[in-house]
């Protein structure tokens, strides 16, 4: 039971700072590029196509990943076919060192437009007259950016540094639970995953209890560690 818990805790602190890393970066990088475009269509469109993923359920989200992955008729499959990268289908979701980048990438897809509506707000704060004088003192677009952008919202990107490290054990249960199968189950199952286990099928509520709460309280240490003050 110890080493099976070890193994669903390293799983869960994996899975959730590859997709917290990508879900961070992608995030500031999206709303910055938003924040550029001067075309309001454009800039529409491009939100609005990012938003649409936050709004499907995991089941929906996990069911098109299987689609696009498989081994069959799957997207991704038939591209690097075509194109000579691989000779035969590449077994995605039976392959455990590909599982975690899939978990990653899916949760930016799914998240990242809505994580950006943060960034896009922050944005709006910043006075204008500074990108003016900017504009008069020679800087162009990324020196607009690294100077005046990114210190504008700081603040806001330390907030949610602080919010994510509140959920450096929080993997998305959906998702590895929907996704995973027996040939990477050793990469795929998670904290929640086991508490569901000796929770529910084995009836062991204290073990899942305890998990449960070690869960929880790494969570909130790790958030507490973070200096307001960066």
């Not at 709006?124 to 990324?142: F, K, N, S, V, W």
């Not at 639970?177 to 569901?196: P, Q």
Request: charged residues 15%.
């Amino acid at each position: 039971k110890s080493k099976e818990f070890l193994l669903s805790l390293k799983n869960t602190i994996g899975m959730s700072l590859i997709s917290t890393a990508l879900g961070y970066v992608t995030a500031i990088i999206l709303a910055v590029f938003l924040n550029e475009v001067r075309h309001i269509g454009i800039k529409r469109f491009v939100q609005t196509v990012s938003y649409l993923p936050h709004f499907l359920s995991w089941i929906i989200v996990t069911g098109l990943v299987a689609n696009v992955l498989s081994v069959e008729d799957g997207i991704i499959n038939n591209l690097l076919m075509k194109f000579g990268f691989v000779s035969s289908p590449v077994q995605f979701l039976s392959t455990p060192k590909y599982f975690w980048h899939i978990t990653g990438w899916t949760y930016v897809w799914k998240e990242v437009g809505w994580n950006t509506i943060v960034y896009l707000g922050a944005m709006t704060a910043i006075d204008p007259c500074l990108y003016e004088a900017a504009q008069i003192d020679g800087c162009g677009r990324l020196r607009k950016i690294w100077h005046i952008t990114l210190p504008g919202i700081k603040s806001t990107i330390i907030i949610m540094m602080i919010m994510s490290a509140g959920h450096i054990l929080d993997a998305n249960f959906e998702m590895p639970y929907l996704l995973k199968n027996g040939m990477i189950e050793d990469v795929a199952n998670t904290i929640d995953i086991y508490v569901l286990k000796y929770g529910f099928k084995l009836s062991n509520y204290s073990l899942a209890t305890a998990a449960g709460i070690f869960k929880n309280a790494v969570n909130i240490k790790f958030s507490s560690m973070i200096p307001c003050n960066l």
